[in-house]
Structure formats: structure tokens, C-alpha cells
T-cell receptor, first 111, second 113 residues
Framework: SQKIEQNSEALNIQEGKTATLTCNYT??????LQWYRQDPGRGPVFLLL?????KEKRKERLKVTFDTTLKQSLFHITASQPADSATYLC??????????FGGGTRLMVKP | DVKVTQSSRYLVKRTGEKVFLECVQD?????MFWYRQDPGLGLRLIYF???????EKGDIPEGYSVSREKKERFSLILESASTNQTSMYLC????????????FGPGTRLLVL
């Protein structure tokens, strides 16, 4: 079955550094990948979408890449801040608006 | 501002009870979704609806049913709650067509005793 895998271990980094989160997909080829942020006790909030024909997308301090050869997306937060601490979810989809989500990676940015 | 609301933030029910979780969106979206979220398992799709009175099973529909009588409202029903349905339930909505961004509600944390 189609699967999205994210590193289940928390990522701890120092404030000001770049955080890089990984999303791998197997058994299918999503036409697009979406990244969401989720804070404790809240629903996920959409951050970025990247399509399979786009190599890279940026939004302020966020950057997402889509590598169809490696079947992977990387999500970068540059100049990270403690306020960026959250769980980040990757979801992959095709036509029909259904997304398959990964388990999320928790990011902790220490001052 | 886009808004998806869920009827309860926290709910405690007994095994065997019938449970209704309600979700309302104010964005005139065609698509609505119900997920459950468990540690280590991520978000798993239970059911989704692409139009009024239309529904499709997701990855884990067993033990659940849904109802969509009006465009803005999507209900999840646990016919006979069991302890393994203790979880966080998230509702989402999106516009139809293309790679629709999903807008999530705040979630309902359900505990079945």
C-alpha cells in the first residue's frame, strides 16, 4: 500500500541553524506533496505544496524540495527559532484531494 | 478567515455507547474528511465526502460511519464505541479539484472507557 515515511525521532537543533526534515514515499508516485505544521493539541496547519514537476519551492524561511528519483521531499527551515518547535507532517496526493500522511517529525529548536 | 469547527474538544464515553462527532466548515468546500491520529501511526483517513450525501471509505472505516446531509456539516458516528477507538479525531475540508489544501479543525480527543 502507498506509504509516506518521516523520521519518527525528534530533531533537536540550536536556534539559528537550518532544520532539515525528510519525507520518503513508497509504492506510489504522488503528483504533489504538502507540508503541514501541528502544535500540541491542535489541528495541522498547511505550510507549503510542491508538485512533482517542481524541484524546489520557497516561502519566507521555508524551502521544500521534491526529488522523484530518490522518492523524497526535504523540508528546510533556515534561521530556525524556538517558535518553530512543532511537529511537521508530510502528505502526498494525486487527483481527488486525498492525502496519505506520514507520522510526522517533531522539531525542537533550543535557544 | 477559514474555519473548521468540531463539536467537542474532549469526550469521555463508555464501551458500547453510540458516539457522534460533528464537524462544520464555513468555506463552502465540497470535500470533507475524518482522520484519526495516534502516536506512531500518524494521520489515518477514516472516511471522506466529496459532496452532500456522498461518502467514500478511507483506510480504516471499520467501526465507523458518516453522514453528510448538508454541505457544511460532516458527522462521524461510532455505532458502538470500543476502547481501541480512543484517539484524537480530526476533521478537515478542502476545495474540490487539484491539490487541495486541507483545513483542519482543532480535533476531538475521545476516551472510551
Amino acid at each position: 500500500s502507498q506509504k509516506i515515511e518521516q523520521n519518527s525521532e525528534a530533531l533537536n537543533i540550536q536556534e539559528g541553524k537550518t532544520a532539515t526534515l525528510t519525507c520518503n514515499y513508497t509504492n506510489y508516485s504522488p503528483a504533489y506533496l504538502q507540508w503541514y505544521r501541528q502544535d500540541p493539541g491542535r489541528g495541522p496547519v498547511f505550510l507549503l505544496l510542491i508538485r512533482e514537476n517542481e524541484k524546489e519551492k520557497r516561502k519566507e524561511r521555508l524551502k521544500v524540495t521534491f526529488d522523484t528519483t530518490l522518492k523524497q521531499s526535504l523540508f528546510h527551515i533556515t534561521a530556525s527559532q524556538p517558535a518553530d518547535s512543532a511537529t511537521y507532517l508530510c502528505g502526498g496526493g494525486n487527483a481527488g484531494n486525498m492525502l496519505t500522511f506520514g507520522g510526522g517529525t517533531r522539531l525542537m529548536v533550543k535557544p | 478567515d477559514v474555519k473548521v469547527t468540531q463539536s467537542s474538544r474532549y469526550l469521555v464515553k463508555r464501551t458500547g455507547e453510540k458516539v457522534f462527532l460533528e464537524c462544520v466548515q464555513d468555506m463552502d468546500h465540497e470535500n470533507m474528511f475524518w482522520y484519526r491520529q495516534d502516536p506512531g501511526l500518524g494521520l489515518r483517513l477514516i472516511y471522506f465526502s466529496y459532496d452532500v450525501k456522498m461518502k467514500e471509505k478511507g483506510d480504516i472505516p471499520e467501526g465507523y460511519s458518516v453522514s453528510r446531509e448538508k454541505k457544511e456539516r460532516f458527522s462521524l458516528i461510532l455505532e458502538s464505541a470500543s476502547t481501541n477507538q480512543t484517539s484524537m479525531y480530526l476533521c478537515a475540508s478542502s476545495l474540490t479539484g487539484g491539490a487541495g489544501t486541507q483545513y483542519f479543525g482543532p480535533g476531538t480527543r475521545l476516551l472510551v472507557l
